[in-house]
């Protein structure tokens, strides 16, 4: 079955970085689109960032510059990486795997930054 595993959160200061990795088991990340949503309490999931099986990223308007998603296809793993922190950026982030009809989600890394 497909299993993805987020590590990497933590307590950061603001205007820190973090790298979020995302580990897959059951599938290739590279045939699927893989992405990062975040959900900050008492909000909606939303969307973080994309990366299609050709490499091609998406970003939320708000982050780009800040954030950058990759993969390593040999080690099947998926990672945000996550620079010029803000308070605002606190929130649960998920990796999710797009498969066919159905998306795939880990149980979330929490990411806070402040002081």
């Known amino acids: 079955q497909v299993q993805l595993v987020e590590s990497g959160g933590g307590l950061v200061q603001p205007g820190g970085s973090l790298r979020l990795s995302c580990a897959a088991s059951g599938i290739r990340i590279s045939f699927y689109s893989m992405g990062w949503y975040r959900q900050a309490p008492g909000k909606q999931r939303e969307f973080v960032a994309s990366i299609t099986k050709e490499g091609i990223t998406n970003y939320a308007d708000s982050l780009k510059g800040r954030f950058t998603i990759s993969g390593d296809n040999a080690k099947n793993t998926v990672y945000l990486q996550m620079n010029s922190l803000k308070p605002e950026d606190t929130a649960v982030y998920y990796c999710?795997?797009?498969?066919?009809?159905?998306?795939?989600w880990g149980q979330g890394t929490q990411v806070t930054v402040s002081s």
């Open positions: 999710t795997a797009r498969v066919g009809l159905r998306n795939y």
